[in-house]
């Protein structure tokens, strides 16, 4: 495959994904936000598994998808880094098993929002009362939404993310 074609598929892998993470905390804000939250657009953070295309793509969409939420300014940031943290150390847990992929969205989430929720939106929670509430949600989202989704993929792994 040609460099531009190669360059041109991954940012539509990456603009799709974005477009699907942003569609799903739209659709589920309600319960995507706040102490207890449940995010189900983390499911989508298994996707460093099949395409480096999903680190950009994960980033970008939960930027927008705090933004268009209306969440605050250290939310829209904090948030966006904690998920392209996540998605890089996934990506790079790709080889290494397949059910460790989950791990790094759950641990920067736990350990990043809280502090966000503390310092941006005034949560009077503990931080280790939120980082249990963050975390759990994450096990949720991504441990268990996104291992099944990750097992229903990974038979269609060729068809869905040709090999880049």
Known sequence: MHFQDKRTKM????A???AVYVALVLLF???SFGAIQFRIA????????????????????CLLGNFFSGAAMPDVIFGTLATLLAAILSYKLRNVSKWLV???????NAII???????AYGVPDAYY??????????VLAVGILG?????????????????Q
């Open 42 to 61: 983390e499911a989508l953070c298994i996707l460093p598994f099949f395409s480096f295309s999903a680190v950009p793509g994960l980033a970008l969409g």
């Open 147 to 163: 291992n099944i989704l990750l097992l229903a993929l990974e038979s269609r792994r060729e068809v869905i993310f040709r090999t």
């Open 16 to 18: 799709i994904i974005a």
């Open 102 to 108: 989950c791990i790094p969205p759950i641990l920067a």
């Open 11 to 14: 940012m539509t892998e990456a």
């Open 113 to 119: 929002v809280p502090f966000v929720l503390q310092y």
């Open 29 to 31: 804000k309600p319960i």
């Open 129 to 138: 009362f939120l980082f249990a509430t963050v975390g759990a949600g994450e």
